[in-house]
Nanobody, 127 residues
Framework: QVQLVESGGGSVQAGGSLRLSCAAS????????MAWFRQAPGKEREGVAG???????TYADSVKGRFTISKDSAENTLILQMNSLKSEDTAKYYC?????????????????????WGQGTQVTVSS
């Protein structure tokens, strides 16, 4: 079992930055593929970024060049640095984790492939 707790959401003006954190705990966490998803009202949950245990990263096209995913292994924390935020980035952001599928499968950032989820943190970007 892996437990995930997000923090760092809030309100910011367009063009600003936010840093989301996800504290992870549980057996074998370091082996898991970790990812950030988001869901806006009335929309499906979409993958934002993911990172493998070997450092492999993948991003949605809509956030490439603006968002950076990383892991602080010493603190067991997943981080999403979000820069140049746009109003369309407004959503509830979720941390997710899964293990043991092929890395190529995780690269698609399909929510159905992730077994463990945090409770989410709200990000609101005003224009």
């Amino acid at each position: 079992q892996v437990q995930l707790v997000e923090s760092g959401g809030g309100s910011v003006q367009a063009g600003g930055s936010l840093r989301l954190s996800c504290a992870a705990s549980g057996y074998g966490y370091s082996r898991y593929f970790m990812a950030w998803f988001r869901q806006a009202p009335g929309k499906e949950r979409e993958g934002v970024a993911g990172i493998g245990s070997d450092g492999f990263t993948t991003y949605a096209d809509s956030v490439k060049g603006r968002f950076t995913i990383s892991k602080d292994s010493a603190e067991n924390t997943l981080i999403l640095q979000m820069n140049s935020l746009k109003s369309e980035d407004t959503a509830k952001y979720y941390c997710a984790a899964d293990c043991c599928r092929l890395r190529a499968r995780y690269a698609y950032l399909n929510a159905a492939d992730f077994a463990y989820w945090g409770q989410g943190t709200q990000v609101t970007v005003s224009s």
